[in-house]
């Protein structure tokens, strides 16, 4: 094989509870992710020596083309533990937000474990895929999972649950917000006290997903880090104050922010929803989960 694609999805959090920071640096997770249907595409190709290329309609300049880039980690990650000498050039087609709190760098991170190792025919396990994963971040692991997880630890260990299909707006934001900076100002904002994990997401939100029922999973939807990416970026407030106004069943902010996403009732009132948000001038694009994970297309 000379050339390889492979297509990840992005992801949101139905829930996000966050407890506190960990000897390692790292707060302790309950979460439920949720892949949704906007895919990076990643090709890799082989070549003497590792580059990186990007393309596609959300902001792209803050990306590093360099090692830094987790697409040339994860290459990297498969060298270390097969021994393989050779290198790729890898382009990614990004429709996930940069910087958005829907994981597209954790998803690239993902493509590209699958890629190198369908392209140097090194056939790592799926266990060895989510070892390396893991190192590359906390939310690289489910990138290669994708439909919907419980995240525990860093948000690393998961466990498989059943969902029916919900319809989504997502609603980028012109600006990005740093992962660790949300993490450090929910830890001011909360002083000393973090508030202990319960062992499992509701039992109303694994009903609701179970059950498809949007109506019954929209009061479920929680994120800690809500409090923290409105402190550091007020305006997206008016987002959440518009998706309101115009019927979504629940708005929210996507993990670390600033993407707001928005809970539709179904496909219909998925495009009214979106139409809407076109009209008073913010793109927005229509999304359903769940996904599938990481995977090679064949041929
Ligand atoms: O794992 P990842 O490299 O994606 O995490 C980026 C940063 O986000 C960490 O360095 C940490 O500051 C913060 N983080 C955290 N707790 C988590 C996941 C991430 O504090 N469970």
Known sequence: MTSVTVKAPGKINLALQVGPKNSAGYHDLLTVFQAVDVWETLTAEDAAEFSLTVSGDVVLDEIPLDESNLVIAA???VQRVTGHGGA??????????????????????????????????????????????SELGSDVPFMLEGYTQIGRGRG???????????????????????????YSTLDELRGDGSPALP??????????????????????????????????APQIQSVLDLGAQLGALAGMVSGSGPTCVFLAEDANHQARLADGFDTEGHYALCASSPARGAHLLRG
Do not use: C, Y
């Open 156 to 182: 690393h260990l998961l466990d498989a649950i059943e969902s029916l299909p919900f319809f989504w707006v997502v609603v980028p934001q012109p600006l990005h917000l740093s992962t660790p900076l949300v």
């Open 88 to 133: 790729a050039s890898f382009h990614v087609d990004k429709k996930v937000p940069v910087g958005g709190g829907m994981a597209g760098g954790s998803a690239d991170a993902a493509a590209a474990l699958i890629a190198v190792d369908a392209l140097w025919g090194t056939n790592l396990s799926q266990v060895q895929l989510l070892e390396l994963a």
């Open 75 to 77: 290459a990297r990650a």
């Open 199 to 232: 062992a499992s997401p509701s039992q109303g939100l694994l009903d609701a997903l179970f059950a498809g029922e949007a109506h019954a999973l929209a009061p479920e939807l929680v994120n800690d880090l809500a409090a923290p990416a409105l402190a550091l």
